[in-house]
Nanobody, 115 residues
Framework: QVHLVESGGGLVQPGGSLRLSCAAS????????RGWYRQAPGKQREVIAI???????DYADSVKGRFTISRDNAKNTVDLQMNSLKPEDTAVYYC?????????WGQGTQVTVSS
């Protein structure tokens, strides 16, 4: 079992920045891939950034050049640095981990980009 807890969401003006963090506990050694997803009202959940155990990253086109995913293995955290935020980035952001062929989710954190 893997337990994920997100933090760092909130309200920010367009063009601003936020940093989300996801702390993992439990069967950490079994995690293969970690990532961030988001779900806007009335839309499906979408993947926006992933990072593998080897440090390989990938991003959705909508966030490339603005968002950066990183991991701290000592703290078992994965962060998402979000810059140049736009109103369309407003969503609930979820942390994800894939371990032992199972997908685990955090509870989600709200990000609202508005003036």
């Amino acid at each position: 079992q893997v337990h994920l807890v997100e933090s760092g969401g909130g309200l920010v003006q367009p063009g601003g920045s936020l940093r989300l963090s996801c702390a993992a506990s439990g069967s950490i050694s079994s995690i293969l891939v970690r990532g961030w997803y988001r779900q806007a009202p009335g839309k499906q959940r979408e993947v926006i950034a992933i990072i593998t155990n080897d440090g390989i990253t990938d991003y959705a086109d909508s966030v490339k050049g603005r968002f950066t995913i990183s991991r701290d293995n000592a703290k078992n955290t994965v962060d998402l640095q979000m810059n140049s935020l736009k109103p369309e980035d407003t969503a609930v952001y979820y942390c994800n981990a894939v371990a032992s062929l199972r997908s685990y989710w955090g509870q989600g954190t709200q990000v609202t980009v508005s003036s």
